[in-house]
T-cell receptor, first 116, second 113 residues
Framework: GAGVSQSPRYKVAKRGQDVALRCDPISGHVSLFWYQQALGQGPEFLTYFQNEAQLDKSGLPSDRFFAERPEGSVSTLKIQRTQQEDSAVYLC??????????????FGPGTRLTVL | AQKVTQAQTEISVVEKEDVTLDCVYETRDTTYYLFWYKQPPSGELVFLIRRNSFDEQNEISGRYSWNFQKSTSSFNFTITASQVVDSAVYFCALSEDSNQFYFGTGTSLTVIP
C-alpha cells in the first residue's frame, strides 16, 4: 500500500504480558517515529529512527519499552510486562528525509492497546 | 511546560459557520516549524499544513486558512463555511531543531448539520 500500515489494529493484553506492535513505513522513507496517544490527549513522542539507527529514545516511558528497526524499514515496538497505564493508541509515522524538522510525517492508523 | 497549547478542548458550530481553532506555542529556537493535523474518527492523523518560522505569510487553501503571528506565538487555523465532514480532532504541533514533534492536546470540532 501507499501509506504507513500498522498491525495489529487492536490488541488486548493481560497485565504482565509482553506485546509487540509492528509498523510498515512508506517505502523509501528514511525516518520512522513512534508516538503514544492516551485517550483525549495529543500524541507524545516515544522514539525516532533514521534508517536502522535509533537516534532518540528519550520519550520511552520506562525500560519495559523497546523499539527496533533492524533493516531500516519495518519497525517493532515491544512492551514487556504490560501495565494498565500502557493502555493507549500507539502511532507510527514515517518521513522521507533523514534530517531537519520540516519533513512532513505520514501517520499510520495506530494500534489500540488495552491492558486488562 | 507545555510547548503547544490548544486552549479550546471542544467546539461545536452549525454547518456553514466559520470557526477558528487557536494554537499557542512556546520555543526559544529561532528556527522551528509548525504543523496542523486532522484526526477524523478513523484515527489516522492527516497532514494539513507546515509553516517555518521565517515565513509569516498567511496561507489559504480552499476553505482553510492559517494565521501565523510570531509576535504572539500563535498559529491559528480557520475553517470557512464549515461542513459536517470537517468534524474531527485537530492538532497543532511544533518541531524545533530535531525530528521530534510536540503536539497540543487537540481541539475536537463538531459541525452540526
Amino acid at each position: 500500500g501507499a501509506g504507513v500500515s500498522q498491525s495489529p489494529r487492536y490488541k488486548v493484553a493481560k497485565r504482565g504480558q509482553d506485546v509487540a506492535l509492528r509498523c510498515d513505513p512508506i517505502s523509501g522513507h528514511v525516518s520512522l517515529f513512534w508516538y503514544q496517544q492516551a485517550l483525549g490527549q495529543g500524541p507524545e513522542f516515544l522514539t525516532y529512527f533514521q534508517n536502522e539507527a535509533q537516534l532518540d529514545k528519550s520519550g520511552l516511558p520506562s525500560d519495559r519499552f523497546f523499539a527496533e528497526r533492524p533493516e531500516g524499514s519495518v519497525s517493532t515496538l515491544k512492551i514487556q510486562r504490560t501495565q494498565q497505564e500502557d493502555s493507549a493508541v500507539y502511532l507510527c509515522a514515517s518521513s522521507k528525509l533523514g534530517e531537519y524538522s520540516y519533513n512532513e510525517q505520514f501517520f499510520g492508523p495506530g494500534t489500540r492497546l488495552t491492558v486488562l | 511546560a507545555q510547548k503547544v497549547t490548544q486552549a479550546q478542548t471542544e467546539i461545536s458550530v452549525v454547518e456553514k459557520e466559520d470557526v477558528t481553532l487557536d494554537c499557542v506555542y512556546e520555543t526559544r529556537d529561532t528556527t522551528y516549524y509548525l504543523f496542523w493535523y486532522k484526526q477524523p474518527p478513523s484515527g489516522e492523523l492527516v497532514f494539513l499544513i507546515r509553516r517555518n518560522s521565517f515565513d509569516e505569510q498567511n496561507e489559504i487553501s480552499g476553505r482553510y486558512s492559517w494565521n501565523f503571528q510570531k509576535s504572539t506565538s500563535s498559529f491559528n487555523f480557520t475553517i470557512t463555511a464549515s461542513q459536517v465532514v470537517d468534524s474531527a480532532v485537530y492538532f497543532c504541533a511544533l518541531s524545533e531543531d530535531s525530528n521530534q514533534f510536540y503536539f497540543g492536546t487537540g481541539t475536537s470540532l463538531t459541525v452540526i448539520p
